[in-house]
């Protein structure tokens, strides 16, 4: 079915089903890269590597940080709406 006249067709990431597929490979992702650390022999030079899920943890851990300080990071380089405004 052809978008009429003036109307956009979505996106691929307005369509549900296609984020819903997006998100199910990420976690699959997620869990291989678990079980990969079980399996896979490493040469670890830092003592916290040797535990399991070390990296799948430390990658989580730095994105929930990154995240947090862009928060407030935002607020402390926020500016007023009219700040760029030459009246």
């Not at 003036?6 to 549900?16: H, N, S, Y």
């Amino acid at each position: 079915m052809h978008p009429t006249p003036g109307e956009e067709r979505p996106t691929f990431l307005e369509k549900p089903g296609n984020v819903t597929l997006l998100f199910r490979i990420f976690y699959v992702l997620c869990g291989v890269s678990v079980v990969l650390d079980f399996v896979i022999h490493r040469h670890e030079t830092h003592p916290w590597e040797h535990l399991r899920a070390f990296y799948p943890l430390y990658g989580f851990v730095g994105i929930v940080a990154l995240v947090l300080v862009a928060k407030v990071l935002r607020r402390v380089v926020m500016r007023p709406e009219d700040y760029y405004d030459v009246d």
